[in-house]
């Protein structure tokens, strides 16, 4: 029996977001919302770039809830 594709979990748009933003943290011009600071960290970069894919309406998985 052959394997079922299986569907993206992130749109190609979601990861052109993530891939930007990526570019611009290690250009240093990447800039955190509010408070406009500098953004250093990895995770931060990539959490940027997905709230920027759900606000464009990109297929992105929900944010887990803190408990």
Same mark, same amino acid.
């Given at each position: 029996?052959?394997?079922?594709?299986k569907k993206r979990k992130y749109s190609r748009g979601a990861?052109?977001? *993530? =891939? &930007?933003?990526?570019?611009? &943290?290690?250009? %240093?011009?990447? &800039?955190? %919302? &509010?408070? %406009? =600071? =500098? *953004?250093?960290?990895?995770?931060?970069?990539?959490?940027?770039g997905l709230s920027e894919a759900r606000r464009s309406g990109a297929r992105v998985p929900k944010k887990k809830q803190k408990s």
């Open positions: 029996m052959a394997k079922k594709a990861a052109k977001k *993530v =891939k &930007r933003a990526m570019k611009k &943290r290690k250009s %240093g011009t990447l &800039r955190s %919302g &509010r408070s %406009g =600071k =500098k *953004v250093k960290s990895r995770k931060q970069a990539i959490a940027i």
